[in-house]
T-cell receptor, first 111, second 118 residues
Framework: DAGITQSPRYKITETGRQVTLMCHQTWSHSYMFWYRQDLGHGLRLIYYSAAADITDKGEVPDGYVVSRSKTENFPLTLESATRSQTSVYFC??????????FGPGTRLTVL | AQKITQTQPGMFVQEKEAVTLDCTYDTSDQSYGLFWYKQPSSGEMIFLIYQGSYDEQNATEGRYSLNFQKARKSANLVISASQLGDSAMYFCAMRGGFKMDSSYKLIFGSGTRLLVRP
């Protein structure tokens, strides 16, 4: 199906484990983004990418790693999960300045 | 630094009435864009409307319109003829700067929860 998908949709993990959240888009958009949503904070940018092999930090990058070897994929890795990383994670993509489309989100719980 | 402020944590509106959701922003950029997203209880983020800082007319999309007052730095969302399905969280967001990579990222407000009463 066309669009932007995220997997898994729900994930429970333990403190200290490595977790990777996947994001895939079929539009061939150049720009991709990872945001996290926490109560009272709206969405905050973790990392973004302007093209394959080009990534940059957002507002809250600590504890996260990204890569973008292919245009359509933008995985987000929590190298050693902490409870403070319990959140809803949204991936988004954009090609024009006037729009940004979001995936369905991944709800991550770190015990 | 850019900032988005949504001062209404929650609002009620009667079905079929119009409602205005407030959004003020702060930026030193001359070129910027303002977005509104809807987040229903199911959790997805749905793009509603966009306004560019150089657009002379207020943006409209169906029942949604954006009341853009540049001098006041406000970008309020107006929903006309509210429907029960409009009950959701609404986020205002901004991107700024000239067309370079970093200007594509969005800064979000904390959101307004709208409840439409039958």
């Amino acid at each position: 199906d066309a669009g932007i998908t995220q997997s898994p949709r729900y994930k429970i993990t333990e403190t200290g484990r490595q977790v990777t959240l996947m994001c895939h888009q079929t539009w061939s958009h150049s720009y991709m983004f990872w945001y996290r949503q926490d109560l009272g904070h709206g969405l905050r940018l973790i990392y973004y990418s302007a093209a394959a092999d080009i990534t940059d930090k957002g507002e809250v990058p600590d504890g996260y790693v990204v890569s973008r070897s292919k245009t359509e994929n933008f995985p987000l890795t929590l190298e050693s999960a902490t409870r403070s990383q319990t959140s809803v994670y949204f991936c988004a993509s954009s090609e024009s300045w006037e729009e940004q489309f979001f995936g369905p989100g991944t709800r991550l719980t770190v015990l | 630094a850019q900032k988005i402020t949504q001062t209404q944590p929650g609002m009620f509106v009667q079905e079929k009435e119009a409602v205005t959701l407030d959004c003020t922003y702060d930026t030193s950029d001359q070129s910027y864009g303002l977005f509104w997203y809807k987040q229903p209880s199911s959790g997805e983020m749905i793009f509603l409307i966009y306004q560019g800082s150089y657009d002379e007319q207020n943006a409209t999309e169906g029942r949604y319109s954006l009341n853009f007052q540049k001098a006041r730095k406000s970008a309020n969302l107006v929903i006309s003829a509210s429907q029960l399905g409009d009950s959701a969280m609404y986020f205002c967001a901004m991107r700024g700067g000239f067309k370079m990579d970093s200007s594509y990222k969005l800064i979000f407000g904390s959101g307004t929860r709208l409840l439409v009463r039958p």
